[in-house]
């Protein structure tokens, strides 16, 4: 590598960077750049948008519901805890190497496994045996986990999960090729060398720029393009800008400030999507311990003109924490999220401040989140009669400061993992390292730990409704609005489906001619 | 103390050098022009009502009108008041920013000048090296720690700007010090300190005024980066740079909110420029080749 | 001279150890690490990630450790926001196209404010004085963001002559390399304009123009030589940021260079590759400021290295 340095501060090949092979057959443009190849790691919207190129897992995510990826169909016991999954026959690594039930098996042990120490294992959690594993109190061999034979797998649950077959769909079940990973530890994800089992390899990535993905020989289909590109692009509008002159083919989000004049155009997508956008109230700081102030403060808060003149892609006003798209579940009503200035007035009369409601409004750089903050600034000093002050952070530090509790109210979005109301309500348990709000309700929790045991669907999405019914009446947040996905695919592009957590299987993707 | 033993003449012979500069009179007249109006306008502004923070949703993305002489803005606010609140922000920025530079790159350019011999070299090694720095880590690090308010800012953009003042103040430190007046007072016993204070920051004086009329646009141009990162002032304080950041964003080749980049731009580009002038202005007229 | 510059390169491994050691400190001072998110990781998880990079051993053993590192083969880590990317692998990507990119726009700054400055000062009334002067409005008072985005919109959308973004073509470095290259060509002008006036009213100019040298020959032949210095001085710093990249411009043209790398690892946390991007500037902006010290010598003859 350091030969490669020198090479470079030498300028050898200085133009050579100019060169960049022949054009792809399709062109995406993601705003990140992808973290990390490695399925159990990923946590990035950009990972995982990559990730369903390069991999496949057992159930592939479809528009309604799981669909089947290299398992050909699976069957749920009676009692709901245990899944077979039959895989196809034939499955092969991008190496040409065979791909079984094994591999399958040992690729999720690999992810339990303290020693991998994975971002996503807790998404594991409910297999049999996961979280002692995770947790370091068990052997990995005790997952219940088994392959009785190479195109059979039985997984074992804890208690019945409904949300378990779209699980299977993320990053961290698929498949890995664990041979390379032994043999090459520190750089088994370098283009070339990463071995997977989707419709596409990687064959270069250079960082800030483009992954060039080509077609996986071994795979089970015949991929529609021969090259795709994923563009990494910092910037929304030069992103948009590349769409726009007909260098891309699908744009993965589009930039809100030119969603209102091409709304009407065919090529758009606004889904809604599961993810929302909510102020956190840190409860450990005077007067915000007191839920009357809480309530004051989101019955004070206009979400309609919110989504209309600032963020107006096409968002909703959030009624609820969980955005109402997950399948079997009912948000709560509630009547503290709606607008309603003179109840917000009671509200906060009842509470009897010493003194006039002072709150200080903590937000990241990014340009959204200013605005959302100057309109909540509004109008909090509007209806409430309230001192609003803004402080701006560098990413880093917000970060730091919503941990450390250093904050009154802070802006704040979650984004699903899956489609259940657990992945969201699950951050403000009381030990959650994401709660950072100093909120903990033993009812709450409890109600969360009873759905996570519950077998019967219907009664565990009632156990669920009733949390969010407290977080919502009692809690540290404060729902603004829900989030929609956006997608500009160009018009000759077929096969794209909207789907709640804007997934997207690239090699359903076809050109018309 | 005759006024031949300054370097660059008399100060009165300078100012009618300067006057005579055509381009550099104009800067001046815009620049004090603009200052007045910043300094001035937003209170007749208020009497007619419009301020610069209130914010009327329904006047979202306003082109220039009756009620909005210059449009409105994202957030329906009158774009004229708030370029004119930015524009006290800027200069401030600008004016203080470089100030602190200013004194601090002078005091060590001249005090390692003074010095001379080893430690002279030592101390311009330091310049040398500082220039290397991720100057990104210092705004931030100041900005996390003594949070972010327009002070904080000022003493960060200082920071980053005072190396080549301290260099131009060492340079010109190290010529005088083997001009004969020098020399002559240190015969005569004087104190480094008192040459200094006596001789020194009198003729170094002019050449960083000269210097501050440039380091200003650089200022200014450098808070407009940090706020194109999100890392320079803060709501509901406005800067021209802001303004400016803001007016990009809302470019797109769909639909061109041309009153929101056009104002700043003109606003700043004449601003710059004019103090461009008065730079160029001031250092002609203290040129010593052209002394009289 | 040849001693000057071996004296001078001899104390290039001691700033770029200050260098590195400065960077290595400071970013660890930054509120924040390189695993926060707004999503946490699980403690366990954190726990790993940080043995993983060493980020929980003292701190003076993971500097020791490091510099052994850089030390034994120029190696300087893996980097912490790209998973199995290494520092080094990474600046090779970006410095390249950097380096590309900053030739070009150099070359522009060089090529157009080079002649405006010597022609405004030839004749000092005129056109020509007034074009420098509307070249320095545009270069020098408006932000970069500005200019880039002002040229993209008429370049690429209203006249759709060149690409609006992207690396690859010849025609995709037009753009950058002009939005890059405007600001040093404006200051190129001045300083050209400045140094030329200041050549020609010295003796040797008026010597020439007694003995008939021709005007054009004067001013390009004898008083050029003289009358660049400034600028000479000048490009050196530029020419070292401008080669490193800029992050304004990159971001605007989505061009993979080393500037999206030194902000972004300042923001991202990226220990190693922020002290990757430092060292990489230092060592480009020394050996230009000597490259031109002995440009200058070079053509000034008045001048002695020491």
């Given at each position: ?8 501060l ?504 | ?107 060590y350019g001249?005090?390692a000048?003074?010095a001379g011999g080893r430690t002279d070299r030592t101390m311009m090694r330091v310049v040398d090296l500082l220039y290397g720095l ?29 190396l080549?003042?301290a260099r131009?103040?060492r340079g010109?430190?190290a ?118 | 001279m040849l001693r000057f510059a071996v004296r001078r390169l001899a104390f290039l491994p001691v700033a770029v150890f200050v260098i590195l050691s400065a960077a290595f ?42 510099l052994?590192?850089v030390a034994?083969?120029l ?158 001085s000048?490009?050196g710093p530029?020419a070292a ?34 002290v990757?991007?430092a060292v990489t500037y230092f060592v480009v902006l020394y050996v230009m400021n000597l490259f031109s010290d002995l440009v200058h010598a ?5 001048i002695r290295l020491r």
């Amino acid at each position: 590598m350091g030969t490669g340095l020198r090479a470079g501060l030498l300028g050898i090949g200085l133009f050579a960077s100019c060169a960049r092979g022949p054009r792809a057959d399709f062109v995406a443009v993601l705003w990140t750049e992808v973290e990390t190849f490695d399925p159990a790691q990923m946590t990035g919207v950009a990972d995982g948008s990559v990730a369903r190129a390069l991999w496949e897992g057992l159930l592939v995510p479809g528009d309604r519901g799981p669909e089947p990826g290299i398992a050909e169909r699976f069957d749920v016991s009676d009692d709901g805890l245990a899944y077979t999954f039959h895989l196809r026959d034939g499955l092969r690594f991008s190496d040409g190497s065979t791909l079984d039930a094994a591999d399958v098996a040992r690729s999720w042990a690999r992810v339990v496994d303290p020693e991998t120490a994975a971002n996503n294992a807790a998404l594991f959690d409910g297999i049999r045996g996961a979280r002692d594993v995770r947790e370091g109190r068990v052997p990995v061999a005790s997952l219940g986990v088994v392959a009785p034979d190479p195109r059979t797998l039985v997984v074992t649950l804890e208690t019945p999960i409904a949300s378990f077959p779209d699980r299977v769909t993320l990053p961290p079940f698929y498949p890995v090729h664990l041979a390379s990973i032994a043999s090459h530890p520190d750089d088994w994800q370098q283009p070339g060398r990463l071995v997977c089992n989707g419709p596409y390899v990687l064959e270069s990535w250079r960082v800030n720029d483009r992954m060039r993905l080509v077609r996986n020989p071994y795979f089970r289909e015949r991929a529609p393009f021969g090259r795709i590109d994923f563009l990494s692009v910092e910037s929304p509008m030069t992103a948009f800008n590349l769409y726009a002159t007909g260098q891309a083919d699908w744009l993965a989000s589009v930039p809100r400030d030119v969603i209102p004049d091409i709304r009407d155009r065919p090529d758009l997508h606004i889904e809604p999507y599961l993810g929302v956008c909510f102020y956190r109230i840190n409860v450990t700081r005077k007067p915000f311990d007191d839920p009357r102030v809480r309530r004051a403060l989101s019955l004070a808060i206009d979400r309609d003109a919110l989504v209309r003149h600032v963020t107006r892609a096409g968002e909703r006003p959030a009624t609820s924490f969980v955005p109402p798209l997950v399948p079997g579940y009912d948000p709560p009503t509630t009547s503290f999220v709606r607008f309603d200035p003179a109840t917000a007035r009671a509200c906060l009369a009842e509470a009897r401040l010493s003194s006039p409601l002072d709150v200080e409004i903590l937000y990241a750089s990014a340009d959204v989140n200013r605005e959302v903050a100057l309109a909540l600034q509004d109008q909090w000093s509007r209806q409430l009669g309230a001192r609003v002050r803004l402080r701006n952070q560098e990413w880093k530090v917000y970060i730091q400061s919503t941990k450390s509790c250093d904050y009154d109210v802070a802006r704040s979005s979650w984004i699903a993992d899956y489609p259940d109301a657990e992945s969201f309500l699950d951050v403000f348990r009381g030990d959650d390292p994401n709660n950072r709000t100093g909120w903990r309700s033993d009812r709450y929790d409890a109600l969360l730990e009873a759905a996570s045991r519950v077998r019967d669907r219907a009664r565990r999405s009632k156990l669920l409704s009733e949390a969010e019914r407290i977080l919502l009446e009692e809690g540290p947040v404060l729902p603004l609005y829900f989030m929609v996905s956006t997608n500009l695919v160009r018009p000759s592009i077929v096969g794209f489906e909207s789907s709640p957590m804007d997934w997207h299987l690239p090699h359903r993707l076809r050109r018309t001619a | 103390m005759p006024a031949s033993i300054h370097a660059f003449g008399s100060v009165d012979a300078a100012l009618s050098r300067f006057r005579r500069e055509p381009l550099a009179r104009a800067g001046l007249i815009v620049l004090v022009a603009l200052a007045a109006t910043c300094v001035v306008g937003p209170a007749i502004l208020d009497r007619l009502g419009i301020a610069a923070r209130t914010i009327d949703l329904e006047a979202q993305f306003e082109p220039p009108s009756f009620h909005h002489w210059l449009g409105a803005d994202r957030q329906g606010r009158d774009l004229l008041a708030r370029l004119l609140e930015g524009g006290r922000l800027s200069l401030a920025i600008g004016i203080l920013g470089a100030s602190v530079s200013l004194a601090l790159g002078g005091a060590y350019g001249a005090a390692a000048g003074l010095a001379g011999g080893r430690t002279d070299r030592t101390m311009m090694r330091v310049v040398d090296l500082l220039y290397g720095l991720p100057y990104m880590v210092i705004v931030i690090l100041l900005g996390a720690y003594l949070g972010r308010s327009v002070l904080v800012l000022f003493l960060a953009l200082g920071l980053v700007e005072w190396l080549t003042p301290a260099r131009i103040a060492r340079g010109e430190v190290a010529r005088f010090r083997e001009r004969e007046f020098v020399l002559a007072a240190r015969a005569l016993g004087s104190t480094n300190r008192a040459i200094f204070r006596r001789h020194l920051v009198r003729n170094l004086l002019p050449v960083l005024v000269a210097y501050l009329a440039l380091t200003v646009p650089r200022v200014i141009l450098f808070e407009a980066f940090l706020s194109y990162l999100g890392l320079g002032v803060q709501p509901p304080d406005v800067s021209w740079g802001l303004l400016a950041a803001d007016g990009v964003q809302a470019l797109t080749p769909v639909r061109v909110y041309w009153w929101l980049v056009l104002f700043p731009a003109a606003a700043l580009a004449l601003t710059l420029l004019s103090l461009n002038w008065v730079g160029e202005g001031l250092r002609a007229a203290l040129d010593p080749k052209r002394r009289a | 001279m040849l001693r000057f510059a071996v004296r001078r390169l001899a104390f290039l491994p001691v700033a770029v150890f200050v260098i590195l050691s400065a960077a290595f400190f400071l970013v660890r001072t930054l509120p924040g690490g390189p695993f926060d998110r707004e999503r946490s990781l699980p403690p366990a998880v954190q726990k790993r990630v940080r043995e993983a990079y060493h980020l929980d051993e003292p701190v003076w053993r993971q500097y020791v450790r490091y510099l052994e590192g850089v030390a034994a083969d120029l190696d300087f880590g893996p980097s912490t926001r790209y998973a199995n990317r290494s520092v080094n692998g990474l600046l090779a990507d970006s410095l390249p196209t950097s380096f590309a990119l900053g030739a070009a726009a150099l070359a522009f700054a060089v090529l157009l404010g080079a002649p405006i400055g010597v022609w405004s000062a030839a004749r000092p009334r005129g056109a020509l004085p007034l074009l420098s002067t509307t070249l320095a409005l545009v270069g020098v008072a408006l932000p970069s963001f500005v200019v880039a985005s002002l040229l993209l919109l008429l370049f690429g959308f209203v006249l759709e002559w060149l690409p609006v973004a992207g690396w690859g073509t010849p025609a995709h470095v037009v753009l950058p390399a002009i939005a890059l290259g405007l600001p040093v060509a404006a200051v190129v002008a001045r300083l050209v304009r400045v140094g030329m006036i200041d050549a020609l009213s010295q003796d040797f100019a008026r010597t020439a123009r007694a003995d008939g040298v021709a005007p054009s020959r004067i001013l390009w032949r004898h008083a050029f030589r003289i009358g660049c210095l400034p600028a000479v001085s000048y490009l050196g710093p530029a020419a070292a940021s401008v080669l490193t990249g800029s992050f304004v411009v990159e971001k605007i043209f989505a061009i993979p260079g080393m500037g999206a790398h030194f902000v972004n690892s300042v923001l991202n946390r990226d220990a190693p590759l922020l002290v990757g991007c430092a060292v990489t500037y230092f060592v480009v902006l020394y050996v230009m400021n000597l490259f031109s010290d002995l440009v200058h010598a070079g053509l000034d003859p008045r001048i002695r290295l020491r």
